[in-house]
């Protein structure tokens, strides 16, 4: 309950920040009326916009219908911006889903194998991808992989969504960069537990070494991974952003990269607001979550 | 004689820790970061070119190495005929800076707040750490674009973003480590003595968790990097035609098939800049902060 409270605590600073903000970005008349405009025309679109009312009575325009799922319209395509989400969202969550499935497989088999064969050529590759992939900006690595793959060897699409072929790349330069942190966390996490009494025991007891690793230890050094699931997310969104705006690929970090470029502020707001309540929420379950699988926590 | 006997092997012991942690003290990543910062310090100095002086008929020179390219521009030309080595020099310059000053905001802002709501708790310390919540629920690239579409490309509006985006992370780890040493002896020692709170904030608390400030701000100065030069690869960071490294990958995009040395370039600095960043952080941590080894 407290948690829930405190979560939507956050919600609304975080939608009187976002609502602020784009406010502040400058008048978005400036880039959508012709140079020649009168005083008389801005008035006019002004007011057809609702931007002549009181900041603090669009604030309350703002929450009321945002409350019914109504985020208002896009100014420069005129359609609903809850529509505008919607068309977008899908393409943005196969991509991440995608993404996801690379870093989880790349953070599992690496940092498992990484933790059981210390010190051997696996650790060293381990480390060598997580350390890199850390610090190699993703906008520089997908270019790099579109100059390799689309331009050199003509294997690969380099922008925009379409069939499988067109996941590759992007889900492949994100997944790279999102797994790094997840493999040295898993590394350290599994090392641990291999250490522990309990798997000590079940190699005594004679469970087969294949067993212990992935049955017994890998479910221990997991708990660590969920701990940190809301920091993981914080950095998949942001890799969503950046990879899209390099691939031009159709999502909401494009939406509101455009958005942005355009000074649409009902677009900013609502994607920002959008991805924020999921980040929310999924933080939120992820908790309830855990404190329902480890009943030491309690909230 | 019993205490001379115990503190013996405990002085060896000292000296061991010390031995292996020198052993394995980064010396190829700390080289690194020297180079970027005398590179940045002296880019008058090592600079072949001005990086803004242009000259259309050398536009697109490939580096020397290459056919077409010349030793007169070591690592080629761009649009502008401009040489892509001193541009990259001087594009060091305003790396640094904004990372450097960046965290100085950012580490102020944080560890003011960090400590403030550690020390006092209560209605300030949820107040505060609700602010946090916010910051960092925010998905960070898309309100440094946001703010930096705010204020206006220019580097000082720069440096503040990253301070605003970025506090949030120094205020959470300065506020556990108050937390967890508000409750030690010579704390309860000091206010007895008639210490001011500000007295035992600034004395007392301050001193213990600046170890823990160090590791995070090599890690978050990697980070900055990497933020900033994304932000000037979208036109939302230093303007043009002042060079900066995310700016010039930007410049090569449209070209990487024609001129892919633009691009190529510039990344490889920044990785590497970060990488040697990274890796003197973890040395750093397990040095300093062995404690810190999980995060």
Known sequence: MIRLLQAA?????????????ARLTGDPLDVMLPMEASEEDYARARKHLGLDKPLPVQYGIYVAQAVTGDLGTSIRAKIPVSQLIMERLPNSLRLAGFSISVALSLALVLGVA??????????TISRILAVSGMSIPIFWLAIMAILLFSVKLRLLPSSRAGGIEHYILPAFVLGWSFSAPMMRLLRSSMLEVLDSEYVKLAQIKGVSKWWVIWGHALRNALIPL????????????????????????????????????????????????FITTAVLTINLSVDVLYAYLDPRIRY | MARAAQTKPQIKNRIRIAATALKRF??????IILALVLTAIFADFWAP???YDQSLPNRLKPPFWVEGGSTEHLLGTDLLGRDVLSRLIFGARISLLVALMGILVAGSI?????????????????????????????????????LAVIFGP????????????????????VRGEVLSWKE???????RVAGASPLRIMIRHIFPNIVNTLMVLITFQTGYVIILESFLSFLGAGVPPPTPTWGGMVAEGRGYIITGWWLSVFSGLAISLVVLSLNLFGDWLRDYLDPKLRQV
Do not use: H
């Open chain 2, 110 to 146: 944080g560890a003011v707040f960090g400590v403030v709501s550690g020390f006092y708790g209560g209605k300030v310390d949820a107040l505060i750490m609700r602010a946090c919540d916010a910051t960092l629920s925010l998905p960070i690239i898309l309100l440094a674009l946001l």
């Open chain 2, 49 to 51: 070119y001005s990086p």
């Open chain 2, 26 to 31: 980064p010396a190829i990543p700390v080289a």
């Open chain 1, 226 to 273: 969920i701990t940190f699931a809301g920091f993981y997310l914080g950095l998949l969104v942001g890799g969503v952003v950046v990879t899209e705006t390099v691939f031009a690929w159709p999502g909401l970090g494009l939406l509101a990269y455009e958005a942005v470029v355009w000074r649409d502020y009902p677009v900013i707001q609502g994607v920002v607001l």
């Open chain 1, 114 to 123: 990484a933790a059981v064969k210390k010190g051997s050529i696996v650790d």
């Open chain 2, 154 to 173: 220019s580097l000082a509006n720069l440096i503040y973003v990253m301070g605003l985006v970025l506090w949030a992370r120094y205020a959470r780890v």
């Open chain 1, 9 to 21: 605590a956050t919600l609304f600073f975080v939608s009187m920040l976002i609502f602020c903000l």
């Open chain 2, 184 to 190: 030690q002896d010579f704390i309860a020692y000091a």
